[in-house]
């Protein structure tokens, strides 16, 4: 919690001699050192507004960087489920985003309103991430297209951009079922999900480099406060030369303080709140501004790394955390959690019950695995888990994490919905490399295909003994 010290809350919080009352006759040097101080103090405030509203601008660029993000996954989850089910009404919520909602363009606007000729590399890669995003609706058109052929989808049913999308003669000869099965290999195909990556990587520059021009600011105003800090020093030097024979309580109530605020300056802590009256309300001013930085660093990191529903570590955290786990040396375990029906639960519950569903997964796997464990949201119903140290000859104790998750899940209490989780483990000796996640996919597709609420192992599939 922040500090905020004005100053009517001076008056009775802080307690302590003036300078300018210890003698009548230094009146004259005491009232100018005190306007000194005063135009310190003055600085230093205008300083920590200064901080708060560059703060403040730089989480909301960065939150719209992340809305681009948000609106291009929407468009991708949309015409995958159409891909998959030819439900229609996915479509419609595809061309919803595009038409009226719109928030990678209006995401791009504000980030173009704010960051004009103040960080041209941030609007390049968000400019650069719209194009690719927009790159990705020509085959996500291609995609729909053939979906909706398949299924003999009447084409007076259809967008007009979908309607009017030319498929070559190939195409159009194509059985209904080699038509579905174009329509999915288009939207999961590795083309699709390398720009997809690149658009998360252009999404995530964005967001470090928010981060570290707003930290390089900080840095800047604190070094305007350290050096109105050593103003005021020398200031109060002045007074104790001109009245050291006179008044000896000067060196307690000026010079002591001095020396913390340096000591404390140097080990980066905050200044205690001693000395004279200008002095305590200088440290408690300097202090609201250091904690409030402080506050602001570990926010930014905060919403970078997190999943704002669940608090669980994110899919930027998840990409940087499988770079880490590259290591031919290390032994883990991969799992893909995916909650069952989830779908049904937003269309018959409504969306805070599904929000409340996602959260208590998230505490489930938390309770259930390992604090040494990773726990992760990698999307909107899918979670992951990263475990090290552990070998495939440890299935057993994955098996029962599994089974406690779906046993309260299968049991809820009042009204709430019952539902499950389906699973894919995948392990490796070599530490995290390119073909796990398609191993714990592959797996994680065979327990849904299989009755959902369980679990497959990879290494099993070929044996027949995978799903639960």
Same mark, same amino acid.
């Given at each position: 919690?922040?500090?905020?010290?004005?100053?009517?809350?001076?008056?009775?919080?802080?307690?302590?001699?003036?300078?300018?009352?210890?003698?009548?006759?230094?009146?004259?040097?005491?009232?100018?050192?005190? &306007?000194?101080?005063?135009?310190?103090?003055?600085? #230093?405030?205008?300083?920590?507004?200064?901080?708060?509203?560059?703060?403040?601008?730089?989480?909301?660029?960065?939150?719209?960087?992340? /809305?681009?993000?948000?609106?291009?996954?929407?468009?991708?989850?949309?015409?995958?489920?159409?891909?998959?089910?030819?439900?229609?009404?996915?479509?419609?919520?595809?061309?919803?985003?595009?038409?009226?909602?719109?928030?990678?363009?209006?995401?791009?606007?504000?980030?173009?309103?704010?960051?004009?000729?103040?960080?041209?590399?941030?609007? =390049?890669?968000?400019?650069?991430?719209?194009?690719?995003?927009?790159?990705?609706?020509?085959?996500?058109?291609? +995609?729909?297209?053939?979906?909706?052929?398949?299924?003999?989808? +009447?084409?007076?049913?259809?967008?007009?951009?979908?309607?009017?999308?030319?498929?070559?003669? $190939?195409?159009?000869?194509?059985?209904?079922?080699?038509?579905?099965?174009?329509?999915?290999?288009? #939207?999961?195909?590795?083309?699709?999900?390398?720009?997809?990556?690149?658009?998360? !990587? *252009?999404?995530?520059?964005?967001? !470090?480099?928010?981060?570290?021009?707003?930290?390089?600011?900080?840095? %800047?105003?604190?070094?305007?406060?350290?050096?109105?800090?050593?103003?005021?020093?020398?200031?109060? #030097?002045?007074?104790?030369?001109?009245?050291?024979?006179?008044?000896?309580?000067?060196?307690?109530?000026?010079?002591?303080?001095?020396?913390?605020?340096?000591?404390?300056?140097?080990?980066?802590?905050?200044? @205690?709140?001693?000395?004279?009256? $200008?002095?305590?309300?200088?440290?408690? =001013?300097?202090?609201? &501004?250091? @904690?409030? =930085?402080? %506050?602001?660093?570990?926010?930014?990191?905060?919403?970078?790394?997190?999943?704002?529903?669940?608090?669980?570590?994110?899919?930027?955290?998840? !990409?940087?955390?499988? $770079?880490?786990?590259? /290591?031919?040396?290390?032994?883990?375990?991969?799992?893909?959690?995916?909650?069952? #029906?989830?779908? +049904?639960?937003?269309?018959?519950?409504?969306?805070?019950?599904?929000?409340?569903?996602?959260?208590?997964?998230?505490?489930?796997?938390?309770?259930?695995?390992?604090?040494?464990?990773?726990?992760?949201?990698?999307?909107?119903?899918?979670? +992951?888990?990263?475990?090290? *140290?552990?070998?495939?000859?440890?299935?057993?104790?994955?098996?029962?994490?599994?089974?406690?998750? /779906?046993?309260?899940?299968?049991?809820?209490?009042?009204?709430?919905?019952?539902?499950?989780?389906?699973?894919?483990?995948?392990?490796?000796?070599?530490?995290?490399?390119?073909?796990?996640?398609?191993?714990?996919? =592959?797996?994680?597709?065979?327990?849904? @295909?299989?009755?959902?609420?369980?679990?497959?192992?990879?290494? $099993?599939?070929?044996?027949?003994?995978?799903?639960?």
């Amino acid at each position: 919690m922040s500090i905020q010290i004005t100053e009517e809350e001076n008056a009775g919080t802080l307690k302590g001699l003036k300078i300018q009352t210890l003698s009548l006759w230094m009146v004259a040097v005491t009232i100018v050192v005190s &306007v000194l101080i005063g135009e310190g103090i003055v600085h #230093v405030m205008r300083d920590h507004n200064k901080l708060a509203d560059i703060t403040e601008e730089y989480i909301y660029v960065q939150e719209e960087a992340e /809305n681009l993000l948000i609106g291009s996954d929407f468009l991708t989850d949309r015409v995958r489920l159409y891909a998959v089910t030819k439900d229609l009404g996915y479509v419609e919520e595809y061309f919803t985003e595009v038409e009226e909602t719109k928030r990678r363009d209006k995401a791009l606007e504000t980030l173009e309103e704010h960051m004009d000729g103040k960080d041209a590399e941030i609007l =390049t890669a968000s400019r650069e991430a719209l194009e690719l995003s927009n790159e990705l609706m020509e085959m996500e058109m291609h +995609a729909m297209k053939l979906a909706a052929l398949s299924v003999d989808e +009447a084409v007076s049913r259809l967008p007009l951009e979908i309607g009017d999308y030319p498929l070559t003669e $190939e195409e159009l000869s194509c059985t209904n079922e080699e038509k579905s099965d174009a329509a999915v290999g288009l #939207v999961f195909s590795e083309e699709y999900r390398d720009m997809k990556r690149q658009i998360e !990587e *252009k999404i995530s520059f964005v967001t !470090e480099r928010v981060i570290t021009i707003c930290e390089k600011e900080q840095a %800047e105003s604190e070094n305007e406060m350290k050096t109105a800090l050593i103003h005021q020093s020398i200031y109060t #030097v002045l007074i104790v030369v001109l009245v050291i024979f006179s008044y000896i309580m000067i060196a307690v109530l000026i010079l002591r303080p001095i020396r913390l605020y340096v000591n404390c300056i140097k080990n980066n802590n905050f200044l @205690e709140i001693t000395g004279a009256y $200008e002095f305590k309300y200088l440290a408690a =001013t300097y202090n609201n &501004v250091y @904690e409030m =930085t402080m %506050e602001q660093q570990n926010m930014l990191r905060q919403k970078a790394e997190r999943d704002a529903l669940t608090g669980l570590l994110n899919r930027q955290s998840f !990409e940087q955390l499988k $770079e880490s786990l590259r /290591n031919p040396s290390k032994k883990l375990a991969f799992l893909l959690v995916d909650v069952d #029906v989830f779908k +049904a639960i937003n269309d018959n519950y409504g969306h805070d019950t599904g929000d409340q569903a996602l959260i208590k997964v998230a505490n489930l796997l938390e309770d259930n695995f390992r604090k040494a464990d990773y726990v992760l949201r990698i999307g909107g119903d899918e979670f +992951a888990v990263i475990m090290e *140290k552990i070998t495939a000859d440890k299935k057993q104790i994955i098996r029962d994490k599994i089974d406690a998750v /779906n046993e309260v899940l299968q049991h809820p209490q009042g009204d709430f919905p019952k539902y499950s989780v389906s699973v894919g483990v995948a392990f490796s000796e070599q530490g995290f490399h390119d073909e796990l996640f398609h191993q714990t996919d =592959t797996a994680l597709y065979h327990t849904k @295909e299989n009755g959902r609420c369980g679990y497959t192992f990879y290494d $099993e599939l070929g044996d027949g003994m995978a799903e639960k």
